[in-house]
């Protein structure tokens, strides 16, 4: 295993076009996490789950934004009708539960022209 | 809700010397979680270091230590014989030990060593 991959790497859209993220976690992990970072910032939580089951979301995540994990296993991130505020990098991480902290994977840098 | 404050946006030190960045956090939780993590101008996030609360020992990595203050809520990172490639953005975080486990970040210490 060769920790938490997230692809792409960098997607530049338009405004207004959807696009989606894709983030394959540790296997062994069963919880897995997205995060949005600005520039200059830490990140900050936008949903996690537990296997398949989505169990939190940050009231920073619209009803633009939509993530999905079908069978526990990979995570999708999608986010509707783009907007210039939504540029930033959306990073991915997985953990165990507890307090083990997470593997973070490189992140998807999004750029809205 | 859960708070962390990073008070340093910028620090640097030279290579091969130590040098302490800042953490306060505010809780109303008893047992949790602090944690540092860097990451580097290729922005993979990494984890330095983990300290548990219940635990009154300092957590210490290699050249990495932290001085962990409960009743302050405070919690600073040490780097000892500091090197070039410790050039990074630093990030304290804190997580509760039950429930969603989310992790809570500061805003970052941007970290320059010198050579």
């Known amino acids: 295993d060769t920790g938490v991959s997230q692809d792409p790497r960098h997607k530049i859209t338009k405004r207004g076009q959807n696009v989606t993220f894709r983030c394959d976690p540790i296997s062994e992990h069963n919880r897995l996490y997205w995060y949005r970072q600005t520039l200059g910032q830490g990140p900050e939580f936008l949903t996690y789950f537990q296997n398949e089951a989505q169990l939190e979301k940050s009231r920073l995540l619209s009803d633009r934004f939509s993530a999905e994990r079908p069978k526990g296993s990979f995570s999708t991130l999608e986010i509707q009708r783009t907007e210039q505020g939504d540029s930033a990098m959306y990073l991915c991480?997985?953990?165990?539960?507890?307090?083990?902290?997470?593997?973070f994977g490189s992140g998807t840098r999004l750029t809205v022209v | 809700a859960q708070t962390v404050t990073q008070s340093q946006p910028e620090m640097s030190v030279q290579e091969a010397e130590t040098v302490t960045l800042s953490c306060t956090y505010d809780?109303?939780?008893?047992?949790?979680?602090l944690f540092w993590y860097k990451q580097p101008p290729s922005r993979q996030m990494i984890l330095v270091i983990r300290?548990?609360?219940?635990?009154?020992q300092n957590a210490t990595e290699n050249r990495f230590s932290v001085n962990f203050q409960k009743a302050a809520k405070s919690f600073s990172l040490k780097i000892s014989d500091s090197q070039l490639g410790d050039t990074a953005m630093y990030f304290c975080?804190?997580?509760?030990?039950?429930?969603?486990?989310?992790?809570?970040f500061g805003t970052g210490t941007r970290l320059t060593v010198i050579p």
């Open positions: 975080a804190f997580i509760r030990e039950t429930g969603a486990n989310n992790l809570f």
């Open positions: 991480a997985s953990s165990f539960p507890g307090g083990y902290g997470y593997t």
């Open positions: 809780t109303s939780e008893n047992n949790y979680y």
């Open positions: 300290q548990e609360a219940y635990k009154q």
